[in-house]
């Protein structure tokens, strides 16, 4: 099975699942946006540099969104965390490719953001609060 990573980077979500997936022993693939901030900004640098910010960002979310658009649609499924610090706008914009592509996801979020996400988890097929839960719902759809 593949797995999309999509979401917050500020926390070990990721390792969780990853970690507790392999102490299962389950046969789960995993990949992920560009966790790392300064390189994700520079994706579009080698295109040439830009004299406004906004076209480097633009350049950058191009090159980024090959990427992400390229793993979402391998994926099997994906888990999309949303975290407490920052919002995470790229976040929801991949769950709503997900939701377009009929492709399956779990969102992984605490109580505090149940409404403010009441549209992306109504499209989802589960809601987990946990990295652990993710990993049981892992294990259950590759039983």
């Known amino acids: 099975m593949k797995v999309y990573l999509s979401g917050e980077i500020h926390t070990d979500w990721r390792e969780q699942i990853i970690e507790g997936c392999k102490a299962k022993n389950l046969d ?69 490719y997900c939701a377009a592509l009929g492709k399956p996801y779990i969102t992984l979020h605490d109580e505090t953001l149940v409404h403010a996400l009441k549209e992306v988890d109504g499209a989802a097929q589960a809601w987990a609060t946990t990295p652990e839960q993710v990993v049981d719902l892992l294990a259950y759809i590759v039983a």
Do not use: P
Not at 49 to 70: G, L
Not at 71 to 76: E, G, L, M
């Open 28 to 96: 789960i693939s995993f990949t992920s946006a560009n966790t790392d901030h300064e390189s994700s900004d520079a994706a579009g640098d080698g295109l040439g540099a830009e004299s406004h910010q906004f076209w480097r960002d633009h350049k950058s979310a191009k090159v980024n969104a090959i990427r992400i658009q390229t793993a979402i649609k391998a994926c099997d499924v994906a888990i999309i965390r949303f975290g407490d610090k920052y919002k995470q706008w790229n976040a929801a914009f991949d769950a709503g």
